[in-house]
Structures are given as C-alpha cells and as structure tokens.
T-cell receptor
Framework: GAVVSQHPSRVICKSGTSVKIECRSL??????MFWYRQFPKQSLMLMAT?????????EQGVEKDKFLINHASLTLSTLTVTSAHPEDSSFYIC????????????FGQGTRLTVV | AQSVTQLDSHVSVSEGTPVLLRCNYS??????LFWYVQHPNKGLQLLLK??????LVKGINGFEAEFKKSETSFHLTKPSAHMSDAAEYFC????????????FGQGTELSVKP
C-alpha cells in the first residue's frame, strides 16, 4: 500500500508554455502533499505544502504565481509551471501524507521537465 | 528547528564489503528519522525509519541504522555491498515544529566497485 504516482515521468516543452504535473495517491487519501524540486547532484528542495481544500503554503523564494499548486481532492495534487523557461528545467518530485501529523511521507517517481 | 547533516558527499566501496553512510541530526526533542534511497532519475524509496521505538532499526535490502542519542547520530550500515546498492542516499528528519515537514540532508552518493 501507500503508492504515489506522478505523471508524466518526462516532459519537454517550449519556452513560454505551461506544463501540468499530476501527483496521485493511489491507495490512500492524502490530506497533505508536498512538492519538491531537485537539481542535478543536489538534495531535494521543498517548494510548497498543499493541504486538501486549502491554498498551498509556499517556501520562501518560490514564486507562487509561477508554480501553481492545486489540491482539489484527497487523492490528487497538481503542479503547473506557468510560462516555463529553460531555468525551470529540473526534476520535480511530489510526496503525500495520509495526515499532516504523520511522520512518514510517500514519494512519487518524479517528473523530469526540460524546457527548450 | 531540526536539521540533518550527512558527513560524506560520496562514499565508494567494493562489492561485498561493508557500507557506512553517516548522518548526524540536530533536534530539540525526540526526532523521527528516515533514510531514503534514490536511483538516477527516480523517486525516493524508504529504506527504514526511526520513530522512538527500538534504537536499532532494520530496513529493506539488508540495511539497518542505529539511533544514538548521545552522539546525535543515525548512521546507515549494510554488512555487504551489492552493485545494485549504488545510488544516492538521503538522511531525513521530520520537523514537527514545521507541521511535519521533511528536512533533507545533502545526500551521499554511494559507488560500488566490482
């Protein structure tokens, strides 16, 4: 149990377009989901925390108008990279918790975004 | 605030020899600690977790870690490395002061030589 699925696993888009990444909890309800960004050879950087039915909480330095996060249901959160630029190219990973008080989170397989 | 420090950015071992990946934590209370593994271009897989039960935690694939409060350490070990263990390893603490946010170490790249 506790499977988190991310889609797509890879995406290439043109500069100036928007890209949506989905994160689904397949066999549990996730009240809290997290979005991370990872640069090559670096650790994961938390971008934002989303709780179902409320606005996401963004980390300092993350542009909320550029990285739109929606958590409309207990099994789905989406990250939309708006007006993408080459510097947005990165590996994006989501994770999900059943309850915000849980210590353990379950991770998706990641999405490799390349903006050309 | 809680934090973790992984003491080695890169560790190289020979196949069949022991693995030691070091992690120190900083916490004002009893922490929840995790080790995750990440293979190239993949998500994270949980190896093991410590949540204030037994101090010696056994995980998957023969890995284990020992929580040592006196040393504020949570080192990851495996008796005998396998080629498939080559990956990036992250030591992680759950920060209850920040709503259970996971705080990641910098990562340790493990290489396994034949």
């Amino acid at each position: 149990g506790a499977v988190v699925s991310q889609h797509p696993s890879r995406v290439i888009c043109k500069s100036g377009t928007s890209v949506k990444i989905e994160c689904r909890s397949l066999d549990f309800q996730a009240t809290t989901m997290f979005w991370y960004r990872q640069f090559p050879k670096q650790s994961l950087m938390l971008m934002a925390t989303s709780n179902e039915g409320s606005k996401a909480t963004y980390e300092q330095g993350v542009e909320k108008d550029k990285f739109l996060i929606n958590h409309a249901s207990l099994t789905l959160s989406t990250l939309t990279v708006t007006s993408a630029h080459p510097e947005d190219s990165s590996f994006y990973i989501c994770s999900a918790k059943r309850d915000r008080r849980d210590t353990e989170a379950f991770f998706g397989q990641g999405t490799r975004l390349t903006v050309v | 605030a809680q934090s973790v420090t992984q003491l080695d950015s890169h560790v190289s071992v020979s196949e069949g020899t022991p693995v030691l990946l070091r992690c120190n934590y900083s916490s004002s209370y009893s922490p929840s600690l995790f080790w995750y593994v990440q293979h190239p271009n993949k998500g994270l897989q949980l190896l093991l977790k410590y949540t204030s039960a037994a101090t010696l935690v056994k995980g998957i694939n023969g890995f284990e870690a020992e929580f040592k409060k006196s040393e504020t350490s949570f080192h990851l070990t495996k008796p005998s490395a396998h080629m498939s263990d080559a990956a990036e390893y992250f030591c992680v603490v759950s920060d209850l002061d920040q709503g259970g946010k996971l705080i990641f170490g910098q990562g340790t790249e493990l290489s396994v030589k034949p």
